[in-house]
Nanobody, 114 residues
Framework: QVQLVESGGGLVQPGGSLSLSCKVS????????MGWYRQAPGTQREFVAG???????LYVDSVKGRFTISRDNVENTLYLQMNSLKSEDTAVYYCCTWPPSNNWGQGTQVTVSS
């Protein structure tokens, strides 16, 4: 069973920064493109950023220039550095394969509020 464990969320003021991590089972991580997704209350889960096994990245327009996705294939960990956070970034953030499978972690809550 693939395991994905997200961490690093919290409460931050607008303009602040957070760094998310996702520990992934070794069996899939090194050969898989991975992505970060988010779901705000009352909305569908949406793609935020993705990174391939050869480190090609893609971002949704709303986070370009503010968020950076990266991966550590030794530690089997996916990261998302989020800077210049806005209230509209408030959501539960999940990692998953990219494109996503049906296997999701529990997510980590990010709240941007003054």
């Amino acid at each position: 069973q693939v395991q994905l464990v997200e961490s690093g969320g919290g409460l931050v003021q607008p303009g602040g920064s957070l760094s998310l991590s996702c520990k992934v089972s070794e069996s899939i991580f090194r050969r898989s493109a991975m992505g970060w997704y988010r779901q705000a209350p009352g909305t569908q889960r949406e793609f935020v950023a993705g990174i391939t096994s050869v480190y090609t990245t893609l971002y949704v327009d709303s986070v370009k220039g503010r968020f950076t996705i990266s991966r550590d294939n030794v530690e089997n960990t996916l990261y998302l550095q989020m800077n210049s956070l806005k209230s509209e970034d408030t959501a539960v953030y999940y990692c998953c394969t990219w494109p996503p499978s049906n296997n999701w972690g529990q997510g980590t809550q990010v709240t941007v509020s003054s």
